[in-house]
């Protein structure tokens, strides 16, 4: 292989992993608050008993299984979260923020708070995870788009 040759099968790597970045980090506005859902639906589950956090857990786990067989179906691959690179200070800041909504929504169960701060609470959740959904697919796209992947 001359270098001629050579240069052109690094572009031509370069441009396929420049379409992967735009395909799979292409996200509406709806897949963000679906998995800011998702996230919300956990957090809020734990404010109440038994008998509703189990159920939340469910409908949760049902919701992550869903995203992921949409995205595969749509967009041809599922990228999990909890990887090295670029989106890792994302996702220890969105896992941060949501052990801290949680125990705060233990502590308003445990005090006997009524059903406003506990949503509230969750209100919190979901903006926390929304915005981090954004940054993620973000971090992610610029990092696919150096080549750093």
Not at 30 to 45: S, Y
Not at 59 to 84: C, I, P, S
């Amino acid at each position: 292989m001359n270098p001629i040759e050579a240069r052109a099968a690094l572009d031509s790597i370069d441009a396929a992993q420049r379409d992967l970045a735009l395909k799979a980090t292409y996200c509406p506005l709806w897949r963000h608050a679906a998995f800011a859902a998702v996230l919300t639906i956990l957090v809020l589950g734990v404010g109440f008993g038994l008998a509703i956090q189990l159920p939340s857990v469910v409908l949760a786990m049902a919701g992550v299984a869903w995203l992921v067989t949409d995205d595969r179906r749509r967009y041809g691959v599922f990228v999990n979260g909890y990887r090295k690179g670029a989106t890792l200070p994302v996702t220890l800041a969105l896992v941060a923020v949501m052990v801290a909504t949680m125990a705060a929504e233990i502590h308003a169960r445990i005090s006997g708070l009524s059903i406003v701060p506990k949503l509230g609470i969750g209100g919190i959740a979901f903006v926390a995870a929304l915005g981090a959904s954004i940054a993620w697919s973000r971090s992610y796209r610029r990092e696919l788009m150096r080549g750093a992947a």
